[in-house]
């Protein structure tokens, strides 16, 4: 069982975003997919309840006291959690013992940028980071490729310790999909490739940290 932790302490971000896509694209594959949502806005839980009737559903676990890995199924595959918006590594210390890779979505502004640094300072004081055991990766989110602001924010991610392991182009269709408990996988239109290929580089560096 491979144990993605998707998290951020900038609310915002595209924690959401991130998770139902990879939980949606291990079930796309025949996996069997875990959504723990630890938000308590809810979202990735409605958005298993919209997914329920596909054959790719995925399993939704809310994240209540901690008590989450008791109710994931022996023989999941896969276990993507949403962490709660504003939560720091202290706040997550069961997830970060159980993870197999970090997930942290950062969307270009230095507002952002600035925002996620002490979240990122937390996660390398943890021990399972700092000894190399736990891989942390970035994921330029909401990229407009060609703006100022883009191009700056990918040169304030390349001086920090973590790899940007993904640079996803900025889409309405995203809000689209998650409302319909899609994920930009469950199609194939010559549309949605452009961005599905932004997932490619995450998710090579996903297979590499698989546990």
């Known amino acids: 069982m491979r144990t993605i932790l998707v998290a951020s302490s900038k609310g915002g971000a595209g924690k959401t975003t991130l998770a139902t896509h990879l939980a949606g694209h291990a079930a796309l594959h025949g ?3 875990v959504l723990v949502d630890a938000d308590p806005q809810g979202s990735s839980q409605r958005w298993c309840e919209r997914r329920a009737g596909l054959e790719s559903a995925v399993l939704p676990v809310p994240a209540v006291r901690g008590r989450w890995p008791k109710q994931v199924p022996a023989d999941a595959d896969q276990v993507v959690v949403d962490g709660a918006a504003g939560a720091f ?28 640094v002490p979240f ?12 190399g ?3 942390v990766g970035l994921v330029a989110n909401r990229l407009r490729p060609h703006t100022r602001a883009s191009q700056d924010a990918l040169g304030w991610l390349a001086q920090w310790p973590y790899p940007v392991v993904a640079e996803l182009r900025d889409s309405q269709a995203y809000v689209l999909l998650v409302g319909l408990g899609r994920t930009l ?22 297979q590499r940290a698989r546990g």
């Open 31 to 33: 996996r069997k997919s």
């Open 89 to 116: 590594a202290g706040d997550l210390e069961g997830v970060l013992e159980r993870a197999d890779a970090v997930v942290v979505p950062v969307l270009p502004s230095m507002i952002d940028v600035e925002a996620t």
């Open 185 to 206: 996988f469950d199609y194939h239109s010559e549309a949605v490739r452009g961005h599905q290929a932004d997932w490619a580089p995450l998710l090579r560096w996903l």
């Open 120 to 131: 990122l300072d937390s996660l390398a004081a943890h021990p399972r980071v700092r000894s």
């Open 133 to 135: 055991q736990l891989p």
